[in-house]
């Protein structure tokens, strides 16, 4: 089982920059891909950037250059650093991963609010 907790968000203005956190554990060794996603209000969660075991990064075409996401040596924290925010990106954003058994698993989440 891998566990994620998802830590950095909060509030910031128009044209600001968040940086947030996602540590995994548990069995950190079956993870294929790790990354982001998130879920405004009244839409379905998307895709916000993934990087795969092999460190080869994919990004939602709305986000990629604004947002950029890396990973520790350790392979344990996943960060995504986002830029020339926007009240569009206001949302919750989920810490996700994929072991190679395919399965999904979710953090709890961290709130964005991009307001002045």
């Known amino acids: 089982q891998v566990q994620l907790v998802e830590s950095g968000g909060g509030l910031v203005q128009p044209g600001g920059s968040l940086r947030l956190s996602c540590v995994a554990s548990?069995?950190?060794?079956?993870?294929?891909?790790i990354g982001w996603y998130r879920q405004a209000p009244g839409k379905q969660r998307e895709l916000v950037a993934t990087?795969?075991?092999?460190?080869?990064?994919t990004y939602a075409s709305s986000m990629e250059g604004r947002f950029s996401i890396s990973r520790d040596k350790t392979r344990t924290t996943v960060y995504l650093d986002m830029n020339t925010l926007s009240p569009e990106d206001t949302a919750i954003y989920y810490c996700?991963?994929?072991?190679?058994?395919?399965?999904?698993?979710w953090g709890q989440g961290t709130q964005v609010t991009v307001s002045s």
């Open positions: 996700y991963a994929q072991d190679h058994w395919e399965n999904d698993h």
């Open positions: 548990g069995s950190i060794h079956t993870i294929n891909a």
């Open positions: 990087v795969s075991r092999y460190g080869t990064p």
